[in-house]
């Protein structure tokens, strides 16, 4: 390993591929009227669902919005801003994490039979366990819109509550709104800045 | 494209690049001793920080614990299943979120200025951003350890609030601790099941 080797030239993972995840990807606020295929949606999940959560909870949910009619329900709870590139997206998805996540436990993770019982009277740390994973599969999700060769728009301002009630199971919380689609005409903002290294990461 | 494309064929991202991050890649629970440097730890810092958190707020935060005298502060406050594994990983990366991450609100979203300001009276709204954000870019991490050649092995079993006494400044809070390195003998256990698409994925 020479010791000019760029941060990338360290890394295992193909320039290509550091391109379309993260280095080139960018958050998308228009779209053009090309269909997002459920077959698309389909791969996405096939991807990421490998990806680890804290003893295969996988608390992760997802609702695609697609019909015109359930679009129609999103636009009023989401922030005024985000309302016209939601309309444009050909979907739009709603993150969400499931409080119950435990009820599925003996067959996630077979070898702690019964394990899931004791989340039965915490709900909190139920909701906290259920928040957590959710998020950390978010960032795994968004990765796989962009695996797909897709853009995401991820959205956090809209009506939490007002989007569960509408759109979820009781048992359902939302995280995130993400449009889905391909990028229209000026889709991006100037990227903004990342903070250094030296200021989020130190070794001890 | 065909209907008979396969998931994986519906995707951008080469099928390397898909075991590498996703299908092959494993969560190791033994190490070599090979080392891991700092500018691979850079590497991954370099590749992640591009992937999107809301508001760009990247409240993430990374402690490497590598010199022995820190391995020895940190392993007692882990669940005893974790010690030994973490003890033998040549780093061990604390992911923490800073609740006071919109200290840098006016230079990380400068369209924005004085933006940050509404969370000075709102702890409570903040710790919930920083948590949310800062578990999406733990995902984002956790990515970006096997994108460099890497093995993760996350960790949720640890006393949070010993960690973050230990470890960290009083703004940020712990999330996961993932040992990091290259996988010894015997490193994984049997594949755990996932959910079927058609338990997470619904379309409206």
Known sequence: MSSTATPSELLELSPDAQSLLFREARTANTFTDEPVSDDQIRAIYDLVKWAPSAANTQPLRVVIVRS????????PLLSEGNRAKTDAAPVTAILA?????????????????????SFEGAPEQAEGMARFNGALQAGYFLLGVRAAGLAAGPMAGFDKAAVDAEFLPDTQ???LVVNIGHP?????????????????????
Not at 184 to 204: K, M, Q, S, Y
């Open 68 to 75: 015109p009619e359930a679009k129609e329900r999103l636009l």
């Open 97 to 117: 994490t499931d409080v119950r996540f435990f009820d599925h436990w003996d067959r996630l993770l077979p070898y702690k039979q019964g394990g899931g019982a």
């Open 173 to 175: 919380r939302s995280l």
């Open 184 to 204: 229209g005409p000026e889709a991006w903002f100037d990227r903004l800045p990342r903070l250094e290294h030296d200021e989020v990461v130190t070794t001890v």
